[in-house]
């Protein structure tokens, strides 16, 4: 039986489904979810994260780690936490960068929030040899308020279940994946069911606009930010996403083998994302008591840092590697690729409210 017909046979039985659990559903199950039975990344797989890019860009972090912790007065213990760390890369290339100052590897712990069996294994085989005192948990849960918490996640928040609403005559209506002819199909709630929170500018929007809200995403990074704010550390979230409107528009996608499908067409085949919306991100950073930097696009956060003269000197020591690093640098900053589609954004205790790459920033 497919996952598309368990779902029609979930449906069937208890109705109709929000958007937001057809996601998880879709990405996690844990028999036929897409993150669940695959390696999705890299030129064979369905999409390139940046870290796979080039190492220059978990280099980067990990430098960005090291100068925050430095900067709060060294804690002693921290957390490293990594939200959905794909094929272990970023860490690798943190953890590597990080040997500059032995002191913040002396006493960390580095956790791996992974929900896919497969993505941990591979996880295991690159990073259970690196010496640093590191472990497993599938989901962010409440255990880990009690230390330091220096934090990353890239392409992870895109990935979070949301829920999509339609403004129609009614008022507005949450959109549901339902069953028809024991196909998958799009429906409006019948009732009006309004959104659960509701942002500035959500009268302007015209009949048929859609309004997307991811309550997982809003709510983990309230709880990431009430932890920074009272343990320490810092909490760094790299993702594709849009600035300036919160949540107005459809962005939901759905992507396999380099291109684009229907949402609806294979779940569990096809990835799922959906634009991360930062204004919405920033408040839930501030409800949980952090300062909050950016977001700034990940153009100029790498730029800031430095990533031209990592380049430079990598080509330096080895030549042969030039063209392959300029190409590497296009597209991690070019405005045309991840460049400015690409953004980070940082919670930081309030003591501490200033970062590396976030310069132009006055913390709000
Ligand atoms: N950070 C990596 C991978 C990004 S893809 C990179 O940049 O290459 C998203 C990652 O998050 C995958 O590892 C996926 O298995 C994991 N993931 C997605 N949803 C999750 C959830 N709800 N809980 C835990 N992990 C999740």
């Known amino acids: 039986m497919t996952l598309a017909s368990r779902i029609v046979a979930l449906i069937e039985a208890q109705g109709p489904m929000s958007v937001a659990q057809f ?38 972090i990990g ?50 929030v992974e929900a896919s069996p497969v993505l941990r294994t591979l996880q295991e085989k690159k990073i259970g040899g690196s010496g640093v005192s590191v472990r497993w948990q599938a989901q962010f849960g409440d255990q880990l308020d009690e230390r330091p918490l220096f934090l990353v996640a890239n392409e992870f928040f895109d990935a979070l279940p949301l ?57 983990l990074a309230e709880d990431i930010a009430r932890i920074v704010a009272r343990r320490g550390g810092a909490a760094l979230m790299v993702d594709y996403g849009y600035q300036a409107r919160s949540g107005f528009g459809e962005t939901l996608q759905a992507v396999g083998g380099h291109s684009f499908a229907d949402v ?29 930097l950016g977001p700034v696009t990940q153009r100029a956060f790498l730029a800031a840092l430095g990533l031209a003269e990592r380049a430079e000197r990598l080509a330096s020591a080895n030549p042969a590697a030039g063209t392959s690093l300029v190409a590497a640098v296009k ?11 690409f953004k980070a954004l940082a919670f930081l205790p309030p003591a501490f409210d200033s970062a590396p790459g976030f310069a132009a920033w006055t913390a709000s």
């Open 331 to 341: 597209r991690l900053v070019g405005p045309d690729q991840m460049g400015t589609l």
């Open 23 to 60: 996601m998880s559903i879709a990405l996690l199950d844990p028999r036929d979810g897409y993150y669940a039975t695959r390696d999705p990344f890299g030129a064979a797989g369905d999409f390139i994260t940046a870290p796979e890019v080039s190492q220059m860009f978990g280099e980067m």
């Open 63 to 112: 430098l960005w780690l090291v100068q925050v912790w430095t900067d709060q007065g060294c804690p002693k213990n921290p957390r490293l936490v990594e939200l959905g760390p794909g094929r272990g890369t970023l860490m690798t290339d943190i953890l590597r960068a990080a040997k500059v100052v032995p002191e913040f590897l002396a006493g960390l712990e580095v956790v791996l």
């Open 264 to 292: 609806l067409a294979e779940p569990g085949g096809d990835d799922l994302s959906a634009h991360v919306d930062f204004a919405a991100l920033a408040a839930a950073g501030r409800q949980g008591g952090a300062a909050v």
């Open 163 to 219: 829920r999509q609403y339609v403004r129609t005559e009614r008022g507005w209506c949450e959109r549901m994946v339902t069953a028809q002819n024991g196909e998958l199909a799009f429906a409006l709630a019948p009732m009006p069911t309004p959104p659960p929170m509701i942002p500035v500018g959500l009268e302007a929007v015209p009949e048929g606009g859609v309004y997307e809200t991811s309550p997982a995403a809003l709510a």
